[in-house]
DNA sequence: TAATTTTCAGAACACTCGTTCTTTAAATTG
DNA sequence: CAATTTAAAGAACGAGTGTTCTGAAAATTA
């Protein structure tokens, strides 16, 4: 063991939670009510962390957010990116993406949809830094995509870009996300799903430059 | 003019605001805020109509709500919905809905984005009203897209339904708006929808039974 | 003009909000 | 065992919430 180990005992009363714990706590509760509906009283039970404590780590509500969204991009969306491979054929892999995002838009039922596409995007409405930020995980999102399909030989001069291929592509699963906001199961959400895939390869077998 | 006309004056005081200019700036409201976010204080003060008004009018604010989104399907999706036509082609109809769906969701800086897919996702979170609200409004939108390609001889019985294709549309035109919420501008939006426009004309082309 | 009806303007209400502060509790250090 | 340090528990704060109530204002009817 090192002396430096990370594991060293703080000096004064060591602290009753757990901080990736309640991060996941919180954002759970943001995901299923909302930035505005959730409040600090019900984040704080969730999160088994007092009050002191959060605004001590977080600041504020919104800096509580931006690190719930961080959290819900390092152990969601990196599922779905992590799908894209590349893993097997460009097909499979978009196959995959589509299976991660239905599951993680549907397989709880206390936080359906996704804390971007229906969380964020309501609270961007006003807030510039959530718009910011809206603007700067879809973007990421659809560099992914569109790295993925040009590894797939997309032509870089194709009548239609690999850019904007990716865009419909994340456009898809966001609209996915939405349908299971409003109660849709993972059964209801594949034939979406099955549809874009298919109307890709058409798309891929039919470029014209 | 008759008896019975609709404008016969009221007994008592006029009120001073008209129901229509009132609910289209509520309406507007919880489009740019949010439905947490936009307070009754400043609604009121929107909608130039006292609370007592409001409250006798539409109840609450889940009810203002409510109708605001009537609002919304009647002057605003309605034109998305006309766009479908049929007027000309599949493909030139499916262009023109794309158009409206840009133009809807870019065309007023203080409302980005859709109130239904950016806003009331949100809300449907945890209440159950709204996550009713939410289905049936998308499950509209789907039947229409799905009468308009069945119109366009569709085969009934295709490998992929137009019942599906209708949602992978649908589902297009959603994350499109939520990529409006984020800043984007109809230019930005356009790439998008030719290339859905293009992934469906290549899929009907190639439909196997 | 007097009585009646409806609306208006805003005070009032009971809470809840996000945030800060104070006191007590529990650990380590010397 | 003190002294010190950190966290816990929750009271406190001012502002804002959705909602209801009250008295004055403005119209119509008789």
Redesign the interface.
């Not at 995901?31 to 909302?34: P, Q, R, S």
């Not at 995007?121 to 006003?126: E, K, L, N, P």
């Not at 994340?170 to 996915?176: D, I, K, L, T």
């Not at 906001?181 to 849709?184: D, H, L």
């Given at each position: 063991m090192s002396a430096t180990s990370p594991t060293i005992r703080q000096r004064g009363r060591p602290s009753g939670f757990d901080r990736q714990t309640a991060l996941e706590a919180a954002m759970r509760s943001f995901?299923?009510?909302?930035f505005?509906?959730a409040s600090i009283d019900r984040l704080c039970r969730a999160m088994n962390m007092p009050r002191a404590s959060l605004y001590q780590l977080f600041g504020d509500k919104q800096g509580l957010f931006m690190s719930a969204l961080d959290r819900y991009g390092e152990t969601r969306v990196s599922r779905v990116i992590a799908a894209l491979g590349p893993v097997g054929s460009l097909a499979e892999d978009l196959s995959a993406f589509f299976d991660e995002v239905i599951h993680l838009a549907t397989s709880d039922r206390g936080t359906?949809?996704c804390l971007i596409?229906?969380?964020l995007?309501?609270?961007?409405?006003?807030n510039p830094v959530f718009?910011?930020e809206?603007?700067r995980r879809?973007t990421a999102m659809e560099h992914r995509i569109e790295e993925r399909l040009l590894l797939a030989r997309w032509p870089v001069d194709a009548k239609?870009?690999a850019?904007?291929?990716a865009?419909?592509i994340?456009?898809?699963?966001?609209?996915?996300t939405?349908?299971a906001?409003?109660?849709?199961t993972a059964d209801e959400l594949l034939?979406?799903a099955?549809?874009?895939l298919?109307?890709?390869t058409?798309?891929a077998d039919?470029i014209e430059k």
């Open positions: 995901w299923a009510e909302g505005e509906a359906p949809g596409s229906c969380v995007a309501d609270a961007a409405g006003t718009t910011a809206l603007d879809f239609i870009s850019s904007a291929v865009g419909m994340a456009s898809v699963a966001r609209g996915m939405l349908k906001r409003s109660g849709q034939p979406i099955r549809t874009a298919m109307a890709v058409r798309l039919h």
